[in-house]
């Protein structure tokens, strides 16, 4: 009885310990992978024409556990008329990225992307952060929100 008594008020007192901690102290994991826009060349409420060369400054933070043997990249892309799917034409616009945190130029010129048919408007696009995993094959482990360019009224 006494030995059920003692590691009962044990487990009370960490319990106590635990709830006396900080929100998440004990809890919390890594941070996870991200990315975000710092700067964009585009004035705000313009549209861009097909002459437009994109150029923005993003910083992303690659997270601890993240792992690849093809690597990681930086790209921009742009939404298709298929809500499902953004896409860009060749590989500029990807930058092969070997730093786990860091401040980056991305410049993409709307000229390869602006007659595509399958080309959303107003035009929308992402920056994203790639875990390669095979040569030409990747997946998305950060993303900014949607960049949506339309004239202001």
Request: net charge positive; charged share 15%; with cysteine.
């Amino acid at each position: 009885m006494k030995k059920q008594l003692t590691a009962w008020l044990c487990a009370l007192l960490g319990a106590a310990l635990m709830a006396s901690a900080p929100v998440g102290a004990a809890r919390q994991g890594p941070a996870p992978s991200s990315i975000e826009l710092l700067v964009l060349n585009q004035p705000p409420c313009t549209v861009p024409t097909s002459q437009s060369v994109f150029k923005a400054k993003v910083v992303y933070t690659i997270a601890g556990p993240e792992q690849s043997e093809h690597g990681f990249a930086v790209s921009i892309k742009f939404q298709s008329t298929d809500p499902r799917m953004t896409f860009s034409s060749g590989q500029q616009g990807v930058i092969s990225v070997s730093s786990r945190h860091d401040t980056l130029t991305v410049e993409y010129p709307l000229a390869r992307i602006w007659a595509n048919p399958r080309l959303k408007r107003p035009l929308t696009c992402y920056f994203y952060l790639h875990r390669n995993t095979a040569p030409g094959r990747s997946t998305v482990i950060a993303q900014t929100p949607p960049i949506v360019f339309r004239e202001c009224l």
